[in-house]
């Protein structure tokens, strides 16, 4: 059996400007323009290995270990799209193979909880896109590919770059002008970095699709949203970022997520994401700010409970030696700190623990921590990446079992 197999990596990012609502549900054509940040894939990636043979008698995909349904009709888009073009290739030179006949394997894990609120469906998607893509040889470039990677899960088409990314929503009506542009790379602003607080990582009780559509229906808010608050917000933040100015960024970050989930909340039934603790975690955040007396730390929501907290390099000892205090006993913090490390920091919050204020001490002594499942520590990343590591077995096309 002759197998033709590719490879990529792609990571996960986090909106700090949030996509919410859909004007075509088809085409997943948003209603705003967002922004995010691509995380790093050492700690939050999708690896996904593409493979294709004449003698594959159907399309089939494995997502972390267990065989899924690939007839998604958003799923079936975009692989109709990518044999498209690879069809337009076969026909300018009939010397290659006729891939765009052939059936896909697709096998895809993830290092990270699917469907728990961290973009685990963008990852996905732009892994698969780029998989294909890289296995059909095709010429275009990321912000083409990232409309395919559009109609799968919208956010997927910012993780087809890395760094600090805007997806512009366009406005034609055959979503020909909705894409992702990357805004900066990774080295133009490599301090920014990120702590997840994974406070559930279950499935969530609204999934994100059915939730765009109640909140579209019936918030008032949203309305106010798209038209007044996110247009003056993007052109702002994009300043921010290409100005490195982290206290902007962060006070926009923040106003945006809580702007967000009010249009969640303002919605009927209301929808709600955050839970207890990751209100919590907002209360904390500003408090942390407000004891150094600058924004040291960003917080931010997608839809789901789980915290993403953005801060500079610079000013990492001064929110772990609070963060740690609380979290330093989920696991995570292992990974990236040294026992030394851990040890200072317990020291500095100790010498700290005096000027705090009654409702840090408060927190700190809550036992916060008890809903908190895992820690991850992370930064800026880059795009899609592309590897020899493969998930399938180049004889008989299934997946590698280990």
Known sequence: MSIHIASTTAPVNIATLKYWGKRDTALNLPTNSSISVTLAQDDLRTLTTAATSEEFPEDKLWLNGKEESLQNPRTQSCLKDLRDL????????????????????????????????????????????????????????????????????????????????????????????????QIADVDHWPDIKAIVLVVSADKKDTPSTSGMQATVATSELFQHRIHNVVPKRFQEMKTAILNKDFAAFADLTMKDSNSFHATCLDSYPPI???????????????????????????????????????????????????????????????????????????????????????????????????????????????????????????????????
């Open 272 to 402: 709600f994401y955050m839970n207890d603790t990751s209100r919590k975690i907002v209360k904390l955040c500003h408090e942390i700010n407000q004891f150094y007396n600058e924004t040291i730390v960003a917080y931010t929501y997608d839809a789901g409970p789980n915290a993403v907290l953005y801060y500079l390099k610079e000013n990492e000892d001064k929110l772990f030696t609070i963060l740690y205090k609380i979290f330093g006993n989920n696991s995570g913090w292992e990974s990236k700190l040294t026992p030394q490390k851990q040890n200072f920091l317990i020291e500095q919050y100790n010498e700290i623990k005096s000027q705090l204020d009654d409702n840090i001490s408060k927190m700190v002594d809550a036992g916060l921590n008890e809903y908190i499942t895992r820690v991850i520590l992370t930064k800026v990343g880059a795009g899609p990446q592309e590897t020899s590591e493969s998930l399938i077995n180049d004889l008989t096309g299934l997946p590698i079992v280990e």
């Open 86 to 181: 690879r069809k337009q290739l076969e026909e300018a030179d009939p010397s290659l193979p006729p891939f765009s006949k052939w059936k896909l394997h697709i096998v895809s894990e993830n290092n990270f909880p699917t469907a728990a609120g961290l973009a685990s469906s963008a990852a996905g998607f732009a892994a698969l896109i780029m998989s294909i893509a890289k296995l059909y040889k095709l010429p275009q470039d990321a912000s083409e590919l990232s409309k395919i990677a559009r109609k799968g899960s919208g956010s997927a088409c910012r993780s087809l770059f890395g760094g600090y990314v805007a997806w512009e929503m366009g406005s034609n009506t055959d979503g020909s002008d909705s894409k992702a542009v």
